[in-house]
């Protein structure tokens, strides 16, 4: 049996910075004519960040990770692709400097790395399922659902915006204390994930070339 060990735990939340990434745009959009400052302040929350997110139903970005880890002198730097596909298939290939695949298709998760390949049903972890929901209901741009695993927090506005994701569940609080996303727009530009040993990774993407 594969081992729920410390990797495993930092792989999930990687891929917890797929799934959001995934729904940035393909190429960057213009941005349409602003209201005035205070009313669009005023306006911006949770609901109209989730909304906007929900509408891309699948994507394609490259990314570039850099992992601060306490084990480590240096950072560790990683870079690949990522890719949603509509209802629920997650995939994080990293390309650079060593091939990993991580991919969730439906109940099942699989990790391909170093030549081997593990698979795992997610019904056998209910900590684990717990997380993968709460990324389908962020694709959903279901907020309640969301707000059942995490206590949601948006600063900023349309044009500028910080959305930041609290575990509000004891065992996720375990491996992840906080996800930070910055973005404009729809289109979602880094990600931080803040593990509760202190370790973290920052993500930040760009457009994948259209094919």
Known sequence: MFCFARPFRYSLSALLASALLALA????????????????????????????????????VLFTETKY????????QSSGELRFTAPDHLEKRTLSPKAENLVLDGDMLTIERDGKRYTMPLQNYPEIAAFIESIRATLAGNRDALERYYKLGVEGRASRWTLTLTPADSRMAAA????????????????????????????????????
């Open 69 to 76: 880890l306490a084990l480590l002198d240096k950072p560790v």
């Open 176 to 211: 992840v204390s906080q996800v930070r996303i910055d973005g404009r727009q729809d289109a979602l530009e880094q990600i931080e994930i803040r593990q509760a040993d202190g370790d973290r990774s920052v993500m930040k993407i760009r457009p994948a070339a259209s094919r």
């Open 25 to 60: 745009p393909q190429a960057a959009t213009a941005a349409p004519a602003a209201p005035a400052a205070t009313a669009a302040t005023a306006a911006f929350g949770v609901d109209q960040l989730m909304s906007t997110l929900a509408q891309r139903k699948s994507g394609r």
